[in-house]
């Protein structure tokens, strides 16, 4: 079964510029989550969809970033316009539903450099 | 009271011998705590996890020990290998939340 895909898995941008990334979750998986993770620290989280509703988007700079889930499947995060400080990690997660009894599956990630 | 503080930020041990990681929480709503390992370009992985009706959990050489009172939880490997060294992160949620905080990740090395 494949895992969780992420792309691109490096972007380096010049600031104000825009970026995308993509995630398509393990099949059958209703919940996507997108976590930002900086040099040395654990992920957060950025939000969290069930099916095609975001039902945890309290941690998404919503002045930014933004984030879409169509069709409950693959999800893109966006930024415009970068900044300095949005240079990290981006991860995609999938779950089989919401709850802690269902494990969370990281995808690799996407390295945002900012310039 | 939804920050879940991690020690030591690193860790370096010999082969075959014990590897210890400790957590703390403070918010009592919490209720499910894995542990995850993540390598390097890599997502981090679930390892194990308890909820906090058990003191102990185990998994082949990975045991987690979970103090409800002191609100503290800790990773124990044991016969650690060279193939162990990763970072690893302790992580706390609510129930039927789907929310992980997580700890600031403690990288482990284990020397042949």
């Known amino acids: 079964e494949a895992g969780v895909v992420q792309s691109p898995r490096y972007k380096i941008i010049e600031k104000k510029q825009p970026v995308a990334f993509w995630c398509n979750p393990i099949?059958?998986?209703?919940?996507l989550y997108w976590y930002l993770q900086n040099l040395g620290q654990g992920p957060e989280l950025l939000i969290r969809?069930?099916?095609?509703?975001?039902?945890?988007d309290s941690q998404l700079p919503k002045d930014r970033f933004s984030a879409e889930r169509l069709k409950g499947v693959d999800s893109t995060l966006k930024i415009q316009p970068a900044e300095l400080g949005d240079s990290a990690v981006y991860l995609c997660a999938s779950s089989l539903e919401s709850g802690f009894e269902y494990e969370q599956y990281f995808g690799p990630g996407t390295r945002l450099t900012v310039t | 009271q939804q920050q879940v503080k991690q020690s030591p930020q690193s860790l370096i041990v010999q082969k075959g011998g014990i590897s210890i990681i400790n957590c703390a929480y403070e918010n009592t709503a919490f209720d499910y705590f894995p542990w995850y390992q993540q390598f390097p370009g890599k997502g981090p992985a679930l390892l194990i996890a308890?909820?906090?009706?058990?003191s102990e959990k185990k998994e082949g050489r990975f045991t987690i020990s979970f103090n409800k009172s002191a609100k503290q939880f800790s990773l124990h490997i044991m016969d650690s290998q060279p193939g162990d060294s990763a970072t690893y992160f302790c992580a706390a949620s609510k129930r039927n939340t789907g929310k992980l905080i997580f700890g600031q990740g403690t990288t482990l090395q284990v020397k042949p």
């Open positions: 099949s059958g998986h209703n919940t």
């Open positions: 969809y069930e099916n095609e509703e975001a039902v945890d």
């Open positions: 308890i909820r906090p009706d058990v």
